[in-house]
């Protein structure tokens, strides 16, 4: 499957944007999608996960509150709406597709998924 990421930008401190994760090549509904980021110098970190079917979701502790993950399985895409943006909040984003059919764990383990996005990238200015 390719994902590709869109929706990143400059924006300032508590702003809010909406980044869309379109997939293509083959559907995505079976899969837990997640978003991660990596900012500079930092290495790559979970940020959202949701099940295949939309029921369940998980949120890193610092995002949590902020921002709210969602997939429309009939347009093939995953959402992830963030408000409240902060600075530390910079990265580029990548949303990811896990390697297992309809589990209902939700991992925010990066070994876990098996096709990635090219990221797009937030900064948020202060």
């Known amino acids: 499957v390719q994902l590709v990421e869109s929706g990143g930008g400059l924006v300032q401190a508590g702003g809010s944007l909406r980044l869309s994760c379109a997939a293509s090549?083959?559907?995505?509904?079976?899969?837990?999608m997640g978003w991660f980021r990596q900012a500079p110098g930092k290495e790559r970190e979970f940020v959202a996960a949701i099940s295949w079917s939309g029921r369940s979701s998980y949120y890193a502790d610092s995002v949590k509150g902020r921002f709210t993950i969602s997939r429309d399985n009939a347009k093939n895409t995953v959402y992830l709406q963030m408000n409240s943006l902060k600075p530390e909040d910079t990265a580029v984003y990548y949303c990811?597709?896990?390697?297992?059919?309809?589990?209902?764990?939700?991992?925010?383990?990066?070994?876990?998924?098996?096709?990635w996005g090219q990221g797009t990238r937030v900064t948020v200015s202060s």
């Open positions: 090549g083959r559907t995505i509904s079976p899969h837990t």
């Open positions: 990811a597709a896990d390697t297992v059919y309809y589990s209902n764990y939700v991992s925010s383990d990066l070994s876990d998924f098996g096709s």
